[in-house]
């Protein structure tokens, strides 16, 4: 090849300054017009850079080169020839599946719908998408035909579908053609084959920028321009070092090397280290600085070494306050990029930047599937799938009802209105123990409608003027919205249409257009629901779950862009959208082996030594590729920051082992690991809510519980909100629900089953264990299986043992009698001058042996901590710490003032029934400190009320034990 066209750079030179020098000086200057001229990238960005080069140079306006990715070179070429439309991916796999059932049907044994067989599809229409760009010839595919009747070491269905991979393909090319459609590998087998024939005489040149790895057909198109003698080619790096660039040497027969760079005009003669075609026996080149004066030359070597940071951190938020700091340190916003390898990292790192002085500009796509519109769209179809009859799975049906754009849309009335009846409905279906269709699992929305509490509670929170028929109108509207437009649905056109119409209410109705990524979220899904009703499967009868994974399938691939000013700011880019581009300060995020680089290890389907023998190493070559763009970013940049995260899961890059590694052979000093910190500086002292009057009003009138008594023993801040404003935490958690429920069902039944021994001592006999088992399964097929659903044989089996325990417990327990059961006790006590009414119920009361009384309290939950120290509080005095030392819970002491008057001598135990355990509050090992340890209590509750109602001390939140507080349902009232 002619070397004057093929120009090389190192890593520290601006290729895109180099291309607009290059252009001006070969032809411009020389009264080329500048619209015969053809730029050809990787990617789209650079040519924007280019033209703000070349506009530059010109000092004024000039007709504008044309500018292609290399995709859209290979389509330019192809439709000189005749038009071939691009089939969408979906419409590509349906056409895979429909060949595939008759070329290959036992591959499509077992998975015989289009959904099951779609991710089969996907992949086969990858394997034949390589094999074309790589021109892969049908002998080679033939040999892998015959390869498999002997059989790889793979699933059988694989070995299917490599005997029948040939004929699919031929079919698959002869239906695209026959119908002018292609796929990206057949446009550009087509155009490695039409390149030849094609005519390029409208361009003076064709300059590709910054040539790396090639496809055989990009390979083949390069080498057509090359042979019209229009091509110019640049390259950045040296071959020793790049599989890739040596792979190109041989094909252009040129070389590629550090020591044979085009020297740039204005150096002075000799100085380069390789003389190229164009220059005359003195070494002068054949232009000159001094021939244009917008010209800006560059250095035509690599840096020496850029200023390398690496630094540690343990997450995605730590990593984007990492890469905010070190973005404020660099002046030139202009010059430096933030490059994110992986999209999900998006909002943490726009959450840093919201306030970065200069501005910048984010250009890789966000994924479609992270929106909140995706994942309303999911919860909604999830919801037809698991559908039975007219009844919806309630869990799906909440998941869709309760997601923030559903639950707060304007049908009709105020959002408010929609957003307290949604909560509302799911109190009525999980956690109101006094609602007819709680604990159900499966619920048709009709009888909702006719749970005429739900809507007389909600109108009465809201003060709604509507008044309860309204808010009927509200959650009519809103299942309309949400569910009824899929019901019928029976196709995909009409499942499309559903969700069109779906779409276009939720952008009137909804509050989404407030967030910036919702409106673009939503166009995407209307574009892909106009793809749906267009495809040639759109009027096939399909499963509601076929439709949803097709849907969803098609959904996740989506990205929405950004829209901003590409030339201006700090840039923030994908991995690979840095393409040809350099920039002086370069911060990397999410250089973790994970991401940097990002490769698919396993092939699902075609196996490796199949891709191997073809020739098709995406592996080595995927590497490869990241690693080359890696490497130019960070080698040409004068300051690099490259960020990773360190955990049990993620690990640091082989990229950065590999920098530290060259340095460590250099000799030089090799870039140190900074670890990421944050310093906590709490503000001084606690936040409190003072005593108004109407709070002291409210505390003269309350009723005391060791259950509010113990709130204000763990935090002040808590009784306050809980029982003093009676802020009630919203249980959405069905697991809490279950707990509760499981909890209330023992104590009525142990209630029940006990009841008519009070007064003497249960006989444990054969008989007495068969009646209580029997009106043991009796009650939870009746009270407990219809609300548990498919998970009740487990909460069965567990129930069961414990009963068993504990009945082989009370058969043994040294006990006369019974006294009673579940008693409500109601008494005044005088503190501190003070007459404070007292109230408790308690669930047992037994006579031992002695003539003592033991109360009783049932435990299925954890008892941790409940019973104090073992030993008497000895010379303690009542503070919050020794309380809580030395009583615990309030509950038993309570429980022995109220309910132990009548007996000489009381003590009180909490039963766990999970360790069948009766655990004491006075050991009876410790008796003789029973009258030690409630005299304490009794100080100890004059002191708690007595600061309750101190008009002076506010009610402060106690935050000295953190893990508790970050459960507490009142924390962020308390920040």
């Known amino acids: 090849m002619n070397t004057q066209k093929v120009i090389n750079s190192g890593f520290g030179e601006d290729v895109i300054g180099k291309m607009a020098d290059h252009a001006f000086e070969q032809y411009i200057l020389k009264g080329v017009d500048p619209s015969r001229l053809c730029f050809v990238f990787g990617g789209r960005r650079p040519s924007l850079f280019l033209k703000k080069a070349l506009a530059k140079r010109a000092g004024g306006n000039i007709l504008s080169p044309s500018f292609f990715t290399i995709e859209d070179f290979m389509r330019y070429v192809v439709e000189k020839q005749g038009i071939f439309a691009r089939i969408p991916e979906l419409e590509a796999a349906y056409l895979i599946y429909k060949l595939s059932k008759k070329a290959a049907p036992k591959l499509i044994s077992k998975r015989e719908g289009f959904a099951e067989f779609l991710p089969w599809a996907y992949e086969v229409l990858s394997f034949i998408d390589q094999a074309d760009m790589e021109n892969i010839p049908e002998s080679a595919l033939e040999n892998v035909e015959a390869n498999a009747e002997i059989g790889y070491d793979v699933p059988k269905n694989v070995n299917e579908l490599l005997k029948n991979i040939n004929e699919i393909r031929k079919a698959f090319h002869e239906e695209l053609k026959s119908k002018k459609l292609c796929t990206r590998g057949l ?92 220059q005359d026996e003195g070494g002068k080149a054949e232009f000159s600085a001094e021939s244009h004066p917008h010209r800006f030359p560059l250095p035509s070597r690599e840096r020496k070494g850029s200023d390398i940071s690496i630094i540690c951190g343990y997450d995605a938020h730590s ?41 910048f500009n984010v250009s890789l796509g966000y994924p479609l599937k992270r929106s909140s519109l995706y994942s309303l769209i999911g919860a909604v179809l999830r919801a037809q799938t698991t559908k039975k009859g007219r009844e919806y799975h309630v869990k799906d049906y909440l998941s869709a009802f309760l997601h923030p754009l559903a639950k707060n849309l304007k049908v009709p009335f105020d959002p408010n209105a929609t957003r307290i009846l949604a909560h509302a409905v799911e109190r009525a279906l999980t956690c109101d123990k006094d609602s007819k269709i709680a604990g159900r699992v499966y619920i048709d929305p009709e009888e909702i409608l006719k749970e005429e509490k739900i809507f007389v509670s909600a109108a009465g929170n809201l003060a709604f003027k509507e008044g309860p028929d309204g808010l009927k109108r509200i959650f009519t509207g809103l299942n309309r919205l949400l569910f009824g437009s899929w019901e019928n649905a029976g196709t995909i056109r009409e499942f499309a249409d559903a969700m069109g119409s779906f779409i276009e209410n939720f952008e009137r109705k909804s509050f989404a257009g407030y967030y910036p990524l919702n409106p673009e979220a939503a166009e995407r899904t209307a574009d ?50 840095s393409r040809s581009l350099s920039f002086d300060n370069v911060v990397i995020m999410d250089v973790n082996e994970s991401a940097m680089p990002k490769i698919k290890l396993i092939e699902p389907l075609v196996p490796r030594d199949v891709m191997l023998t073809l020739g098709m190493d995406r592996v080595e070559k995927e590497e490869e590729i990241q690693r080359y763009e890696f490497m130019r970013l960070v080698k040409g940049a004068k300051n690099a920051v490259l960020i990773y995260s360190e955990n049990e899961k993620q690990e640091k890059s082989r990229f950065i082992e590999e920098i530290v590694w060259q340095a460590q052979k250099k000799g030089v000093p090799h870039p140190k690991t900074t670890k990421v910190g944050f310093v906590s500086r709490p503000k001084a002292g606690k936040r409190g809510w003072k005593k108004t009057p109407e709070t002291m009003e409210h505390l003269a009138r309350m009723k005391y519980t060791a259950t509010n008594l113990d ?34 069902f023992i104590h009525e039944f142990l209630f029940k089953a006990f009841r008519k021994f009070e007064g003497k001592r249960p006989d444990f006999g054969r008989e007495f264990e068969k009646g209580f088992f029997e009106s043991l399964d009796a009650a939870f097929e009746a009270e407990f299986a219809p609300k548990t659903g498919a998970g009740a044989f487990l909460v069965r089996e567990v129930l069961f043992h414990r ?91 309570v429980y022995m003032m109220m309910a132990g008057k009548p007996y000489k001598k009381v003590n009180a135990a909490l039963y766990d029934l999970r360790e069948t355990e009766l655990k004491h509050y006075v050991k009876p090992e410790n008796s003789d400190m029973a009258d030690e340890k409630m005299d304490f209590c009794r100080k100890a509750l004059g002191f708690v009320l007595a600061e309750i109602n101190d008009p002076e001390r506010p009610f402060e939140a106690e935050d000295s034990e953190p893990q508790r507080c970050g459960h507490c349902p009142y924390f962020s009232a308390c920040r």
Not at 233 to 250: I, M, V
Not at 543 to 565: C, D, H, Q, Y
Not at 836 to 863: H, M, N, Q, W
């Open 187 to 278: 446009l550009y087998l087509l155009a490695s084959e039409f390149a030849v024939r094609t005519d390029l005489a409208e361009f003076d040149a064709v300059i590709f920028g910054n040539l790396f790895y090639l496809h055989k057909t990009e390979e083949a198109v390069v080498k057509a321009v090359v042979g019209k003698g229009r091509a110019v080619l640049f390259f950045q790096g040296d071959s020793k070092d790049w599989a890739s660039l040596r792979k190109l040497e041989k094909a252009f027969s040129c070389k590629i090397s550090s020591e044979h760079l085009l020297p740039f005009a204005g150096e002075p003669p000799g100085q380069a280290e390789g003389l190229e075609e164009g």
């Open 528 to 577: 892909t629901c106009e793809e749906l009703k267009n495809s040639s499967f759109a009027r096939e009868k399909l499963p509601k779950e076929a439709m949803t994974k097709i849907i969803l399938k098609r959904l996740e691939n989506e990205v929405i862009s950004f829209s901003g000013s590409p030339l201006s700011g700090l840039q923030v880019l994908g991995a690979l959208e």
């Open 711 to 744: 709130a204000y023993l763990a935090c002040p801040a808590n009784f306050y909100f809980s029982h003093v404003l009676r802020l009630k935490e919203r249980q959405t958690a069905a697991e809490k629900y279950e707990r509760a429920r499981i909890g209330n």
């Open 319 to 359: 990593q984007a306050a990492a890469a905010r700091e070190a973005l404020q340190k660099f002046e030139n916003s202009e010059k430096t990029v933030l490059i994110l390898p992986d999209s999900d990292r998006l909002m943490p790192v726009l959450s840093e930047l919201s306030g970065f002085e200069g501005g």
């Open 803 to 893: 009963m068993k325990n504990f009945i082989d417990k009370e058969r043994t327990r040294d006990y006369t009698r019974i006294l009673c059961l579940e008693k409500q006790y109601s008494e005044t006590f005088r503190f501190g001058g003070g007459d404070f009414c007292f109230e408790s119920r308690v669930d047992r009361i037994d006579e031992a042996p002695d003539g003592s009384a033991l109360i009783i309290d049932y435990k299925t939950g954890s008892t941790e901590g409940l019973t104090g120290s073992a030993k008497g509080p000895g010379s303690a005095e009542p503070s919050i710490d020794s309380i809580r030392k030395h009583v615990g819970s309030f509950q038993l002491p």
